[in-house]
Each structure stands twice: as C-alpha cells, then as structure tokens.
C-alpha cells in the first residue's frame, strides 16, 4: 500500500506508445475529467487499496485502472497506476521467506493462485516489450529519495510550489535527456569505483529508462516527503547538484571533492529515513 511518506519516480508516455485499445480508453478518461493529479493520487491509491481488501483477502483487490496525465508542447502523456499488477506482486512477496502457515494466514492460497495469474498475465501477450519485461510506469520509495534517481535530473529542471495546501517539489525531464545522464554516471562509476552498489542502481535505472517511448517525460516527485521539510529546506533544495558535483569529482580523479558532495547528500537524506522510527 503506498505510503502517504514517500517520493515517486514516474514516466510519462505519450499516447502512441500504448496499443489502440488503450489510446482510446486515455482519451476517454482525460476527455471525462477522470485524471487523477499527482498530490491526489498515493491517497487515492490508500483508498482504493483498502475498500478493495474489505473481503478479507480472499479474493484479488478490483482497483481502479486510473493514470497521472501530463500535457507537453500539446501531446498527452499518461503514467498507468497499475495499481492491480502492483497489489499482486505485493501478496506473492508476502509469502517469500515466512514458514507456510503464516504464509497462508496473510496471504490465502486461493489469492495467491490469483496473483500469480495477474503476474503471468501481465508478462505476456501484447502487454510485453520486444525484450520480455512490462512497462511499470511509477517506482516509489518510502521516507526518502534513492540517490539515484537524483543522476537523471539537473537543478534548473526543478518545479517548486510552497502555497499552503499545495506545497509540492517535482523535477521533469525528457527521457533522452535522463538516458544520457544515467550513461555518463554509469560510465564514471565503472570507471572509478567499479561494480559497487551504487553503480549497480544507475545500471538498474538506466534500463528501466529503456523501455519507454523516445518523447517521454521523466518526473521525480518529492511527494508526502515536502510535508516534512520546511519551505526554506525546499527551496535551498540542490540534490541533483551535488550528485553532478560528485560525479564530477570521480572523473576528474578528484576524490575528496566528490566524497564531500555524496557525503552531504547522503546525510540529508539519512536525517529524513531516521523520521520513520519517530514514535
């Protein structure tokens, strides 16, 4: 279930890159005013996921098959939920690692068998790219922001907006923009430190990149995140700077510079990731 603290990284694709079925269905929800917009929509997810589950889970949730839309120079974009797919691959999780009677307790059997179905589905047919992994269209973390997303952005792309009751901190992106970031950051790190795990996430990313259309749009959204940060922490926001300031150091060879400016990134937001133990 998204948590109301979390931060997204969503791609937007324009209409051409979904099958006809599904262009009309998009056309149909904006053209009714059914989109759903992004401060809205992990509340509305809560929702939908919990009226869902009132049966007990006995039986798979019917969510919604809602979207975040976006317009650029004129094009609609669409980010699908996926809400459904992401419910069932949470109920398989849930049983992996627990002894089977406490497997079975949270996550029945029978919803499993239902899960694994929505999954397998979900992984053929029309719904699978050339090279066999589905499109999820939104990556969430909870009390944070994973430091990789912040490689595929710069500072003058951030969108900041402090009004009471609209208080919100995005960074959009075109996606060839954000693939040529995350290539010259995989570059530096394989070069510089190797196969550490750092470098191991901006490879992870760089491939989800890869299987959207060419015109998409690439948005991180601070989301529930803003509510725990004051207007001037926001505003003095310079995450992406400093991970170009640090990627930059370990090409120049400079090591204590780019070690300073990771430093200073991963404390910030360690101080957040700390909040979620507050009683």
């Known amino acids: 279930m998204p948590s109301l603290f979390a931060s997204y990284l969503r791609v937007y694709e324009p209409l051409t890159a979904f099958d006809r079925d599904r262009q009309s269905y998009w056309r149909r929800y904006v053209r009714e005013g059914r989109a759903v917009a992004p401060s809205e929509g992990p509340g509305r997810q809560r929702t939908s996921v919990i009226a869902a589950l009132g049966a007990g889970w006995t039986r798979l949730p ?6 975040y839309v976006l317009e650029s120079d004129d094009v609609l974009l669409v980010c699908p939920w996926n809400l459904r797919v992401r419910v069932a ?12 009677v406490i497997a079975d307790a949270f ?3 029978v919803l499993a068998g239902q899960a694994k179905t929505v999954v397998e589905d979900w992984r ?3 719904r699978v790219l050339e090279h066999g992994v589905p499109r ?3 990556q969430i973390a909870t009390w944070g922001v994973p430091l990789r997303w912040f490689v595929l952005f710069e500072a003058g792309e ?3 907006v402090t009004q009471p009751g609209r208080r919100t901190l995005r960074y959009r992106t075109e996606i060839s923009k954000a693939r040529r970031r995350a290539s010259r950051a995989l570059s530096v790190l394989k070069k510089s430190v190797g196969e550490a795990p750092i470098t191991e996430a901006v ?3 760089a491939r989800w990149l890869e299987e959207f259309h060419p015109r998409s749009v690439v948005e991180l959204d601070y989301g529930g995140l803003v509510q725990l940060l004051s207007d001037e922490t926001l505003a003095a926001d310079d995450s992406p700077e400093l991970a170009a300031i640090g990627l930059a150091g370990l090409s120049r060879g400079e090591t204590e510079e780019a070690s300073g400016a990771y430093d200073r990134l991963v404390a910030r937001w360690r101080a957040i990731q700390l909040l979620e133990r507050c009683n």
């Open 89 to 100: 691959e949470a109920a398989l999780s849930a049983r992996e690692g627990v002894p089977s």
């Open 62 to 67: 019917e969510l919604p098959d809602e979207a």
């Open 124 to 126: 053929s047919g029309a």
């Open 203 to 205: 490879e992870e990313a």
């Open 158 to 160: 951030r969108d900041l």
């Open 136 to 138: 999820l269209h939104e």
């Open 107 to 109: 996550v029945p059997p």
